[in-house]
């Protein structure tokens, strides 16, 4: 069972960024399509975007444009860049593979866009 880490949240301010990684735990992690989840407080967990093993990308409506999803097969890892970040942003941000797999969610890391 594949388990992630995320790590790179942190506290901004509207309008700026942060980038955020995810590792991996699988050697076969090339040939599966990963997404990045957020889940706001009282919120239920949302796709933010996902890339598949080819690289193709799809974003949710409210980041596209703001948003990049990259990943590095080398290191097991893929990436979420956030650019213009907005309160709206606000939540735990999660990797999982897409679909997910309810086993597979890890901690999260927190996100959070005030002044």
């Known amino acids: 069972q594949v388990q992630f880490v995320e790590s790179g949240g942190g506290l901004v301010q509207p309008g700026g960024s942060l980038r955020l990684s995810c590792a991996a735990s699988?050697?076969?992690?090339?040939?599966?399509?990963i997404g990045w989840y957020r889940q706001a407080p009282g919120k239920q967990r949302d796709l933010v975007a996902l890339i598949t093993r080819d690289d193709r990308t799809n974003y949710a409506g409210d980041v596209e444009g703001r948003f990049t999803i990259s990943r590095d097969n080398a290191k097991n890892t893929v990436y979420l860049q956030m650019n213009t970040l907005k309160p709206e942003d606000t939540a735990v941000y999660y990797c999982?593979?897409?679909?997910?797999?309810?086993?597979?969610w890890g901690q999260g890391t927190q996100v959070t866009v005030s002044s």
């Open positions: 999982n593979t897409y679909p997910f797999r309810s086993r597979s």
């Open positions: 699988r050697s076969d992690f090339s040939i599966i399509a």
